[in-house]
């Protein structure tokens, strides 16, 4: 018998692996020294910290200098983005971007615009796919970055970071991605997508919640956006979160290791999610790029129902994301079924699956009756 509920909302957060928690241990009682302090406790600390640097670097395909440890994805995206535009202000600086970018990249965009900057935001075509050629064509002599995010956290939809990239730097423009749903999934090689940004949340990829990491190509310039003591190399201040950056580490270290067979298996088991789906639930409708896309999500709208209707029945069941929510007297569609040119009929009602290391053939199965139930079309 399958326990229940049934948890398939991997993009919104992962558990921490108990590895990842057992590299974590000691630092949160044992060697609790501060890494700045010239002492054996802080010397011990600061060890940790560059041990997971190495890891995180080995994973990514950077040197370990390269490598800013911060509080999140959504601090890394602030930095990359505030500290491009700051370090290279221009009485008209411009800003690249896509329509389905997450909120931790659109808002600093935003703020940014209330500030003089000039944003462009890129549409996507009906698979939610930034067009290379879109990029080239708004590019102009007052570019100073490109932000495009390495996979969607709602559709799975991969982007052309490569293409996107080489674009970019004929024209001298640097390249962020926010890359918080492709670590862990996909092999992320900063080298090959040839950015000069990424960024990296702890909490997707099997490490605590508060934890994330910021890619800096070396050379490539950065205002620094925490100010204080002259920590991570004087590009971030604040003490070191030694056991959550030992953690961040060891979840590294074990995509570096597992990578091929992590991807295998989430693939089969969404695949598995999706074939059975289709025999069960009439109209079922697919959003994404069936061939660039997360081996481990699926959106999937289903005509004539409401999500958040359906996220409350199957509450008991199975841990799902809504793509819309439905009032009394308005429908609120997500931004990136709005940018894909989802139909109301369909968009209304849409669910985001993602699911995990973990799941299991049973466990989709089980899925699967709940969801058609839920929509009204029971065994």
């Known amino acids: 018998m399958t326990d229940l509920p049934i948890y398939l909302d991997y993009n919104a957060t992962t558990p921490v692996d108990p590895q990842v928690l057992e590299a974590m241990l000691p630092y949160l009682w044992e060697h609790y020294g501060n890494p700045s302090s010239a002492h054996s406790f802080g010397r011990t600390a600061h060890t940790a910290v560059e041990a997971a640097r190495s890891q995180v670097a080995t994973m990514l395909g950077c040197t370990p200098s390269e490598v800013i440890f911060t509080s999140g994805g959504t601090e890394a995206n602030n930095t990359a983005i505030k500290g491009v535009a700051e370090a290279l202000a221009r009485p008209e600086s411009h800003i690249i971007t896509s329509r389905i970018e997450h909120p931790a990249v659109l808002k600093p965009c935003n703020w940014l615009a209330g500030r003089g900057v000039r944003i462009t935001r890129l549409p996507v075509d009906a698979r939610g796919r930034v067009d290379p050629d879109d990029v080239a064509r708004a590019i102009t002599p007052d570019t100073v970055l490109i932000s495009v995010m390495l996979a969607n956290n709602e559709i799975g939809t991969l982007e052309p970071l490569a293409e996107i990239s080489a674009i970019a730097h004929e024209r001298g423009v640097l390249v962020h991605t926010d890359a918080a749903q492709a670590v862990g999934k996909v092999s992320v090689d900063v080298r090959a997508l040839g950015v000069d940004y990424l960024s990296v949340a702890g909490h997707k990829l099997y490490a605590p919640k508060g934890i994330g990491v910021l890619y800096v190509r070396a050379g490539a310039p950065l205002k620094k956006q925490m100010h204080g003591a002259s920590h991570e190399a004087d590009r971030r201040a604040g003490t070191e979160n030694v056991p959550y950056i030992a953690g961040i580490g060891k979840a590294a270290e074990l995509i570096t290791m597992n990578l091929p067979h992590y991807t295998a298996h989430m693939q089969a088991m969404r695949d598995q999610l999706y074939t059975g789906l289709l025999t ?100």
């Open 280 to 379: 069960r639930v009439p109209g079922l409708r697919r959003n994404g790029d069936p061939d660039h896309s997360l081996p481990n999500t699926l959106s999937v709208s289903i005509p004539g129902a409401e999500a958040n209707v359906l996220v409350d029945r199957l509450s008991p069941y199975v841990a799902v994301s809504a793509g819309a929510a439905c009032h009394a007297d308005s429908v609120t569609i997500s931004a990136v079924l709005q940018a894909i040119g989802t139909p109301l009929e369909y968009a209304k009602g849409t669910l985001r699956l993602s699911v995990g290391r973990d799941t299991t053939p049973a466990q989709i199965s089980a899925a699967v009756e709940a969801i058609a139930a839920a929509a009204g079309n029971p065994h």
